[in-house]
């Protein structure tokens, strides 16, 4: 036990050695390359007090923080965190009131109910609907793809659909506000309001869906298309 513990030390030994040699015969360590860049807070100038204090300082030279974005999107009609504004709370304007039970208020209804979408966001989709696809560098890439490859490389934003003004009505979705298809307007204006914000990725698809229900002929056409050829 003595001789394998002694030989298990010297191993330890070697390789200690063997890994810092360079640094004792005058060549110098490989230096270390930083794992991590310095971005965020400089804690180093906040130790050595550049800034006349030791107060936070950030290598951006500013700092926001949630609580200031919050109040730039507040500030701007938007809302953060799918909760209501401060104004909007105060006039009830789209958002679930608070419950109240003796002196503690609680906004239980936006655990449940909460919404990003206002009038602002409705307004910014429509706006983001209308530009459509208006970055030069990207359209240029279109035209050299459909050259090459018979199809665009970019489309449109996606718009969600989401939050029409009037909502939806009842706790359930029908079949019409899921598949957006009600051609006997079951639902539409009734217990579904559809969204008029645009649908990009369905206007530049075209003319893809046939009309009315799938008929027979079409449903075997498409089940037969995938099967295998009979030799």
Same mark, same amino acid.
Not at 78 to 103: C, D, H, S
Not at 130 to 157: A, C, F, M, Q, S
């Given at each position: 036990?003595?001789?394998?513990?002694?030989?298990?030390?010297?191993?330890?030994?070697?390789?200690?050695?063997?890994?810092?040699?360079?640094?004792?015969?005058?060549?110098?360590?490989?230096?270390?390359?930083?794992?991590?860049?310095?971005?965020?807070?400089?804690?180093?100038?906040?130790?050595?007090?550049?800034?006349?204090?030791?107060?936070?300082?950030?290598?951006?030279?500013?700092?926001?923080?949630?609580?200031?974005?919050?109040?730039?999107?507040?500030?701007?009609?938007?809302?953060?965190?799918?909760?209501?504004?401060?104004?909007?709370?105060?006039?009830?304007?789209?958002?679930?009131?608070?419950?109240?039970?003796?002196?503690?208020?609680?906004?239980?209804?936006?655990?449940?109910?909460?919404? *990003?979408?206002?009038?602002? @966001? &409705?307004? =910014?989709?429509?706006?983001?609907?209308?530009?459509? #696809? +208006?970055?030069?560098?990207?359209?240029?890439?279109?035209?050299?793809?459909?050259?090459?490859?018979?199809?665009?490389?970019?489309?449109?934003?996606?718009?969600?659909?989401?939050?029409?003004?009037? *909502?939806?009505?009842?706790? @359930? &979705?029908? =079949?019409?506000?899921?598949?957006?298809?009600?051609? #006997? +307007?079951?639902?539409?204006?009734?217990?579904?309001?559809?969204?008029?914000?645009?649908?990009?990725?369905?206007?530049?698809?075209?003319?893809?869906?046939?009309?009315?229900?799938?008929?027979?002929?079409?449903?075997?056409?498409?089940?037969?298309?995938?099967?295998?050829?009979?030799?």
């Amino acid at each position: 036990m003595k001789r394998s513990s002694r030989a298990c030390t010297l191993t330890a030994l070697l390789g200690a050695a063997w890994v810092s040699a360079p640094a004792f015969v005058g060549i110098g360590a490989t230096p270390r390359q930083e794992q991590t860049a310095m971005h965020g807070y400089r804690l180093d100038n906040m130790l050595e007090k550049k800034q006349g204090d030791g107060t936070l300082d950030v290598s951006e030279g500013f700092w926001i923080g949630e609580r200031g974005f919050m109040k730039s999107q507040n500030a701007q009609g938007f809302r953060y965190r799918m909760r209501a504004t401060p104004e909007e709370v105060k006039n009830g304007i789209e958002t679930p009131g608070i419950w109240q039970l003796g002196p503690f208020k609680i906004k239980l209804g936006e655990a449940f109910g909460g919404t *990003g979408n206002n009038d602002k @966001l &409705r307004d =910014l989709k429509r706006k983001l609907f209308k530009e459509g #696809l +208006n970055d030069p560098k990207k359209i240029e890439e279109n035209e050299y793809w459909v050259k090459r490859y018979g199809h665009k490389r970019w489309t449109p934003k996606y718009i969600n659909q989401s939050g029409a003004k009037g *909502g939806e009505k009842g706790l @359930l &979705r029908g =079949l019409a506000a899921w598949s957006g298809y009600d051609p #006997l +307007n079951e639902e539409r204006g009734k217990t579904w309001i559809e969204a008029d914000y645009g649908k990009p990725w369905v206007a530049i698809k075209g003319d893809v869906r046939l009309p009315g229900y799938v008929s027979k002929e079409q449903m075997e056409k498409e089940m037969n298309s995938g099967k295998l050829l009979k030799k």
